[in-house]
């Protein structure tokens, strides 16, 4: 496990600033970023005086999902490994759909899968016009669960019951018309424009902001209970496991069609 596959920094202004750190696999996570998200939030949480958070990928893309071969490795262990792994990536977009500061997401490249449901989970999106969306769980027999409630919240139900289902690509573009991101500039002007944000945010009161932010969500569907949680991570890892899981894990590794495709 990489200890430098998530990077975090704060600045004096108490703006902090996490990277996806894998850019030699697009980002793509597996273990070693959910865990590290899940650091990187409580060493936020633990430090006073943080204000904002920008969210960044490494290199050319954001975040291409999960990492197919670190899929194929936990599919194959016990339903109980399976479940874990299931739970600590729910419970890393939870606790970012829940953290108590502004969030901004700054999209560049790809940003496939459960890149979708980072984003959706973050207050603030700006995706750089190169930028390219995907649900696409289910052309590998996989399944998103963990991740539709944000993402029900970011673009609806409606929009959700297309693009999961079709797994089709869309650009930065159709993704504002959807509402997945707020805002789309020139890649080269997509650093500057999460500063200006930052800038916004920072005129604000932290604790008016947050209580806002809290208050949002009480009304929003990405805030499942307990036993709604437990249920989506059992059918996300229940999925991983199965037979047509398999199969889309095998034609991924072949480069081939999975059986089921026209």
């Known amino acids: 496990m990489s200890k430098d596959a998530v990077l975090h920094d704060i600045d ?10 894998r850019p030699e696999v697009n980002n793509a996570y ?13 060493a936020l949480g633990a430090r006073g ?3 904002a958070v920008v969210l960044r990928g ?3 893309h954001f975040q ?5 071969k670190w899929i194929r490795r936990v599919a194959a262990q016990s339903a109980e ?3 874990r792994a299931s739970r600590a990536t729910a419970e890393a977009v939870r606790r970012l759909n829940e953290l108590p500061l502004p969030t901004i997401a700054l999209v560049q490249g790809g940003c496939f899968g459960g890149g979708t449901g980072i984003v959706a989970a973050c207050d603030v999106v700006v995706a750089a016009d190169n930028a390219m969306f995907s649900i696409a769980e289910t052309r590998w027999g996989l399944m998103a669960g963990i991740i539709l409630p944000q993402l029900a919240d ?3 139900a409606r929009q959700v019951r297309r693009y999961a289902l079709t797994g089709e690509r869309f650009g930065a573009e159709e993704a504002r018309r959807i509402g997945l991101v707020h805002e789309v500039v020139p890649l080269a002007g997509l650093e500057a424009a999460g500063a200006r944000l930052v800038g916004q945010l920072l005129q604000n009161a932290p604790e008016a902001n947050a209580e806002t932010k809290r208050v949002a969500l009480e009304f929003a569907w990405g805030s499942v209970d307990e036993s709604v949680f437990d249920r989506l991570v059992g059918q996300h890892a229940a999925k991983r496991r199965s037979s047509e899981a398999a199969e889309g894990l095998a034609s991924f590794a072949e480069k081939r069609p999975a059986r089921w495709a026209a």
């Open 12 to 21: 004096a202004r108490g703006v902090a600033t996490v990277t996806l750190n």
């Open 64 to 68: 291409a999902g999960a990492d197919l």
């Open 154 to 156: 970011a673009i609806g």
């Open 58 to 60: 490494a290199g050319k």
């Open 49 to 51: 005086g943080v204000r």
């Open 30 to 42: 597996d273990e070693s970023v959910i865990q590290g998200l899940l650091d990187a939030m409580d």
């Open 81 to 83: 490994e399976n479940e």
